[in-house]
């Protein structure tokens, strides 16, 4: 019963930062894009030149390196050692912020949880969460992309659940 409080509660302070969040991001913004970044394209498991390991808890990632250089194949372990549903997802911050509305419809129709993915719904929805760069993972649970960077966007690996990024659960991914 005190697991369920504990969540309860901080679901309610994430989404009151993210309504609040969202509210000030949308003001100003402009839907006209001369070109999509290149932040590159899913990898080959076969042509991986290293791998990062990152760790995700309640709001925050920690991974083993943040450098990234052109042309490389990096596998990502993603280790979710929080109580919550994450999201490991490399994007730039245009494409995250665009992305958030995606992933707050998908809670909202009962798709996405505060501790899990309902795939029983998100199936019969029609919908998915497979896109090549992005993957959620559940609490206790370890996932993986492989992305080779080959465009000089500002990159990120982000959060994009309802409120999480927002509360800093983002790391700026250098490229050397």
Known sequence: M??????ATAVAVVFTAFTATNALAGAGHS???????????????GHIDRTINVEMGEMFFSASDYDLVSGETVRFIVTNTGEF??????ATEEMHLAHAGEM???MDNGMIEVDRVNTVMMSSMGSSHDDANSLLVEPGKTGEVIWTFDGNAATEMSCNLPGHRESGMREILNMI
């Open 85 to 90: 549903l994450h999201e490991f997802s490399i």
């Open 31 to 45: 839907d006209s894009h001369s070109e999509t970044p290149n932040i590159g394209q899913p990898g080959q498991a």
């Open 2 to 7: 005190k697991h369920t409080t504990l969540s």
């Open 104 to 106: 707050m419809e998908m």
